[in-house]
């Protein structure tokens, strides 16, 4: 392993997962504590299915080999998927090339994108009737669920184990008592994660992905009843957020289908960890006379894709989440970059720094200074809170 230290000495992330690590000696020649030519940036290390931590989970000993390699690798903030409390006195590391954005306000004085509701049409009933029986189902009886899946219906699922920076810094994840239960292990096996599907050659990753997309009822019932127990909390709708809309005249007899998409979480069972998900369905009227339609389905599912993650808290998509200002029409955010007469020259100065640091266009720059009272830090501050939600428009055409 020092090779791969000497190839990669900034390496963030490293997965050593599904090895035959018995020692924690091995990682010595790694672990900045116990060689100078350690991972002195590592932020994420992930060890799961390795003799080291799975015969600390057999044993109880997860907290002494937490604090451990803690404790050899002081940069670390997640360890299997699992937020670390920060340590009292980090070792310093090298300087990053620029500050993180995020590095100022506690929350965006405002930001030029309103936080939205779920979307639905005049679908709202069929969609409700249908996530409450298959959210039951899929934590009671998943073999159930065989009945509104198609011979033709789809499944895939996708893990993503990376903590948001924005739930990391809230320490949410940290305040939860059994977060230390989970296992990614029985995701990471049927994951359709492209990315990390650690083929050698296209043709292997091929194999891999089409082996992880599941057809048919009984393919894709034996794959989920592989998977971990869950429980939805289907009595607090404030921990989910369902958008639906309609595609008409996509099936051959001119029938319309339903896109449908459920950002939420769920408890995994027994250990009562919390993870977050995103769930995606297409979704066509269940045929006359169907076994589905007899049980009460208005729909059935063409294809279906889960992505399992790290919690993060419902609040992110409550309405006063962000404060918002008014912003220009998509029209008028096309406008070029332009100076803005009425600023003064330091002004003119902080939209250059802003849009070259954020690539958003001039409009937006000078709203979002505005907004943050001339302040170049706080405005990147808001930007780096709601970057991710931020329309095209608003950046500079590439």
Same mark, same amino acid.
């Given at each position: 392993?020092?090779?791969?230290? %000497?190839?990669?000495? #900034? ?10 690590? /018995? ?11 116990? *060689? ?8 994420? +290390? ?76 005049? /679908? $709202? ?10 959210? =039951? ?5 998943? *073999? ?20 948001? %920076? ?7 994840? $940290? ?9 990614? !292990? ?6 359709? #994660? ?59 007899? &001119? /029938? ?6 459920? %950002? &939420? ?17 297409? +979704? ?8 589905? $339609? ?21 609040? !992110? ?9 008014? %912003? ?8 070029? =970059? ?16 802003? $849009? ?15 907004? *943050? ?7 990147? *501050? #808001?930007?780096?809170?709601? /970057? ?11």
């Amino acid at each position: 392993m020092p090779a791969l230290v %000497h190839a990669l000495p #900034n390496l963030e992330n490293l997965s050593l997962k599904n090895n035959q690590i /018995s020692d924690i000696k091995v990682l010595g020649s790694i672990a900045p504590e116990d *060689s100078s030519a350690g991972f002195g940036c590592l932020r994420e +290390l992930l060890l799961e299915g390795n003799p080291l931590r799975e015969e600390a989970l057999v044993a109880g000993n997860l907290d002494a080999y937490t604090s451990e390699l803690a404790r050899r690798f002081p940069t670390l903030s997640a360890l299997d998927g699992i937020a670390l409390q920060p340590t009292a006195a980090p070792k310093p590391v090298a300087p990053a090339k620029m500050t993180p954005l995020g590095s100022g306000l506690k929350k965006p004085a405002a930001f030029p994108l309103a936080m939205k509701p779920g979307l639905a049409d005049e /679908s $709202q009933e069929v969609v409700a009737t249908f996530l409450t029986k298959f959210f =039951a189902l899929f934590d009671s009886d998943r *073999s159930a669920l065989a009945q509104v899946y198609l011979p033709t219906s789809t499944f895939s699922m996708t893990t993503n184990s990376k903590i948001p %920076h924005r739930s990391w810094n809230s320490k949410s994840v $940290q305040s939860l008592p059994n977060q230390g239960k989970l296992r990614w !292990a029985p995701y990471f096996d049927t994951s359709r #994660n492209l990315r990390a599907a650690g083929a050698n050659s296209i043709a292997s990753v091929e194999d891999e992905v089409n082996a992880a997309l599941h057809v048919g009822p009984e393919k894709i019932i034996n794959m989920i009843s592989t998977l971990p127990s869950t429980s939805h909390p289907l009595t607090e709708p404030g921990r989910f957020i369902v958008d639906a809309m309609q595609q008409p005249n996509v099936l051959s007899d &001119g /029938s319309p289908t339903l896109l449908v998409t459920v %950002h &939420g979480e769920l408890l995994e069972e027994p250990g009562k960890g919390k993870r977050s998900f995103d769930r995606t369905w297409i +979704l066509a009227p269940a045929p006359a006379g169907s076994v589905a $339609q007899g049980n009460g389905w208005p729909c059935v599912i063409l294809t279906e894709n889960w992505v399992v993650r790290n919690y993060t808290e419902p609040k !992110a998509w409550a309405e006063d989440a962000i404060q918002v200002i008014q %912003h220009p029409s998509a029209a008028s955010a096309q406008v070029p =970059a332009a100076p803005v007469p009425a600023l003064s020259p330091e002004q003119h100065a902080m939209v250059n720094q802003l $849009q070259a640091a954020t690539k958003l266009n001039a409009t937006f720059s000078l709203q979002c200074l505005a907004e *943050s009272e001339w302040s170049l830090e706080r405005a990147l *501050s #808001n930007f780096a809170a709601v /970057s991710s939600q931020i329309p095209p428009e608003a950046f500079v055409a590439s």
